[in-house]
């Protein structure tokens, strides 16, 4: 009944009378009180605080003389007053009243008008929310006969000011009238006070008296409550009020056009619709009436026309406002219209001719509280009229059937304990919803359907909702996949896409192929569509999501998923397992920025995990200590990886394994050999050399693939110490120790060189034995150098830093055939006449002079053909100085042994 109550309070919001809150008393300050006021009041009254200040009025009220006591429980009363028309909550306004009437009992000659009124008025506010409820069918035997009581003990109220503070109006007006006042101005003051008390008193009579004739069906009593609202509307003294003398002028204030419209409902329940809409007319044509009041207006003729039956005008107001918001009446008033109408038909009160307009008013008002999507309220209203009185068939009528079984069904699983969330195992209840899904389904079928189309996908979402718990399921899923491709821009289409999937994977009949294909299909399309939220999340971490959706759109979707939520866990698991798979494939920034990604995730799930750890369930807490492990691991390997790794996160890292090793028995024999090489890392950056030589030495006894991976980060290591110590020849060894074991590790050179990054080790290798050769003298160094250039020259990696320490170093061994081959290959792979290409013609020249000068003279001859003045400098001067060298070898026999060696 909630939403059905809603209805109610949204009637009430509209139809309030509390707008004679324009006439709220003026609480007279303590400047206006004078002398009589003490300290401590002056000062809670000028810091507004009126709770207080009423305690120490009744505190005061004790020991003071009797003519003072009246002065305060006049203040004391306009305060109360004052509080309960600001008071938030029930419990304070019962309070309030309690101290209200305490005070009328203690002092009831005070002049408590005013709290009077406000005391009488909490009481009516309830018995007006009561009868409004009752217009809407909502309130209960019980509460009608509590409202009636009360309105019963406040129209007396009301009534007995009203007629005291219009004597005092007379009383005042002759004295101001026979004689002249010293004081005429405070004479003007209690005038109005008087007139204000009158108004407010007469209007709360006025209301009071039509609510209670409304709940006790007695016209008679509409005359007492428009005599009662003739005080505001420009009757004659005692007289009701009529529409010949309403004050138009004075519809602009508030409390005034609300005692016009109650003057029109007092008409409407004497039987006098056309009188009471005249009332409504002189209010709307006013054009300074307010937003509020207009929107009451159109409220209070439906009232009219419901209670007196003008059907036609009812139906021709209610489709212009549908027309005019584009849309259905609100709840309260599709409500209202609903009810009236079935009451109507019901009674035998409609005439025969009209009944099938009223059966398609009350179908009308029913689609809308079912497009509004308001089924407690249609629930509410068939269980109070019975589907029959819906009517005969149409698309409401079925909807509504429909919608009674699916219910009923619904909460009979509830009835039985049975969770929603998965179909019924019960064959009864199964057969309950697939005859909920039959009438759902048939309503689409019917010869108006065409005329709810608005309410299709609903419809189609709960017949697809009731196959899946007959457990229907590829009935379901086509249903539902249908519904949303019909709809796919409707409230509902997401429910009805997720559902479809839910029902294929619930279904077991079909091919697994088929299967599999059908969901990754829908799933594609609802990531697509609704790319946010758990559903999202749940489709992104199935098997084989991959192909579903963007990395960086999956990642987007899991950290969305909020903490609160059940999958908030295994989403930021899955976010840290793609950062980590991007971390480890990404280069460059990309690399950095997923690393970072990666550890701010990964620390917001350790400490989910630590959490986890302490859990009494035991499963649960292994499993948290399980993967708290391969986690750690992974973060090791991403923080000692970074360009600047963090070395204490690092250690953190490791010791938090230890912990984990030593307090929870978690067994890491299968990662020490992983372990050992973050301490190396660690101790490397560090710079704990002892550490570093230790681990160097057992590199053999690591596994695959981290010996290999040990043996490399070593090297690096001494790559970077090359780098800042270029001179040194014990820093160079380490680089060709390290990389000579890495170069074993990759077998053989031939196979080893087919890869570009292993061509890089070689060389590197390669730089640093020739730099120990020439630093050191270690002749073993310069045969590595050798041997190793070598190599990369005979696999094709032939860059020009290799081809000239190839060449540097074979004059060094005296083998000048080599040194010449290494720069005819650079001479062949540059440009021609540029600088390398002079210097590469000029070295090959200079060293086959050493061996062959005959061929060396020959091809300068050449040269110096091509260029007369042999090339620019240096190398021009270089080559003549060259050329006299060559033609002085070429005329003097080489050594028998030197030609022999060299040959």
Known sequence: MGNAHRAARYLILLCTCAGAAVLCPSIATCQQLGDNVSPIEAYLEDHNLPWALATELRQRMKSVSASDRLALANRLGRIYVQLIDTSRTPEERDRLEELGKQLLNDVPEADSFDLRISLAKARYMYAETIAINNKLELADPEKIKEAVAILNETIPVFRDVASKTNRQVELIERRMESVRLEDEAGAKAQLADAQRLRSIASYYAGWSTYYLGSLTKNPRLADDALRSFGWLLNAQDGKPASVERAPVSYFRLDHVARAAMGAGLCEALRGNTSV?????????????????????????????????????????????????????????????????????????????????????????????????????????????????????????????????????????????????????????????????????????????????????????????????????????????????????????????????????????????????????????????????????????????????????????????????SNLYISAQQQVAKLLYKRYRHARGSERDISATRFLAVADRILDLYRRRMNDANHELSDAAAQNSVVLIRQMLDVVTGMPAPDISRAKAALALLESLRTRDGIDLSEAEDELELRRLQIALYEGDQ??????????????????????????????????????????????????????????????????????????????????????????????????????????????????????????????????????????????????????????????????????????????????????????????????QEINKAATQPLPAQESEETR
């Not at 008013?361 to 209203?381: F, K, P, R």
């Not at 088929?514 to 559903?535: N, Q």
């Not at 000579?740 to 890869?755: F, R």
């Not at 086959?848 to 003045?869: E, G, T």
Request: with cysteine; charged share 25%; net charge negative.
């Open 276 to 564: 009471a809409l005249r009332w409504l007319d002189l209010v709307e044509r006013n054009e300074e009436i307010s937003d509020d009041i207009r929107n009451q207006l159109f409220m209070f003729r439906i009232t009219m026309l419901c209670d007196g039956g003008r059907w036609s005008d009812l139906d021709s107001a209610a489709n212009r406002r549908r027309k005019e918001v584009s849309g259905p009446l609100d709840v309260a008033l599709a409500r209202l219209i609903c009810v009236a109408a079935l009451r109507s038909l019901e009674s035998g009160d409609t005439p025969k001719l009209a009944q099938p307009l009223v059966e398609r008013i009350s179908s009308d008002a029913l689609a809308d509280l079912v497009e509004l999507g308001e089924i407690a309220n249609v629930l509410d209203i068939v269980k109070t009229f019975g589907a029959a009185q819906l009517g005969d068939d149409g698309f409401i009528v079925r909807y509504v059937r429909g919608l009674v079984q699916f219910e009923d069904a619904k909460e009979a699983r509830i009835q039985a304990g049975e969770a929603l969330e998965l179909p019924s195992k019960d064959n009864e209840m199964r057969r309950r919803f697939s005859q909920a899904a039959n009438a759902l389904t048939g309503a689409l079928t019917a010869d108006d359907s065409d005329g709810f189309s608005s309410l299709h996908p609903g419809l189609g979402l709960m017949a697809g909702i009731s196959m899946f718990q007959a457990a229907e399921f590829a009935k379901a899923a086509e249903h539902l996949e249908k519904t949303f491709h019909l709809y796919p821009d409707a409230g509902s289409a997401e429910e009805s896409l997720w559902l479809a999937i839910v029902s294929l994977d619930q279904d077991q009949d079909v091919s697994r192929r088929d299967h599999k294909e059908k969901i990754t299909e829908l799933a594609a399309v609802f990531l697509a569509k609704f790319p946010a939220g758990e559903r999202a999340a749940t489709l992104v971490m199935r098997d084989g999501a991959d192909a579903l959706i963007d990395q960086n759109k999956a990642i987007e979707v899991l950290l969305g998923v909020p903490s609160s």
């Open 690 to 883: 002892e550490t570093v030589d230790a681990i160097a030495a057992q590199l053999d006894s690591l596994g695959e693939p981290y010996d290999k991976i040990a043996a490399g980060v070593i090297f690096e290591h001494a790559i970077r110490m090359r780098e800042k110590l270029p001179n040194d020849a014990d820093t160079h060894r380490q680089v060709v120790r390290t990389g000579v074991k890495l170069i074993d590790s990759y077998g053989p050179a031939a196979e080893a060189l087919k890869q570009p990054s292993v061509a890089g080790l070689y060389a590197r290798v390669a730089d640093s034995a020739s730099r120990v050769y020439e630093l050191a003298g270690d002749k073993p160094m310069l045969d590595l150098a050798m041997r190793i250039d070598a190599q990369l020259i005979e696999a094709g990696h032939t860059s020009l830093d290799v081809l000239k320490r190839h060449a540097a170093l074979a004059e060094k061994v005296n083998q000048p055939k080599l040194a010449y081959e290494a720069w005819q290959i650079i001479l062949q792979g540059s440009v021609a006449s540029s600088d390398l290409w002079f210097q590469a013609r000029y070295e090959s020249l200079r060293v086959l002079a050493m061996f062959d000068a005959s061929r060396a003279s020959l091809l300068m001859s050449q040269h110096q053909l091509l260029y007369p003045d042999y090339g620019p400098e240096p190398w021009g001067t270089k080559l003549r100085t060259l050329t």
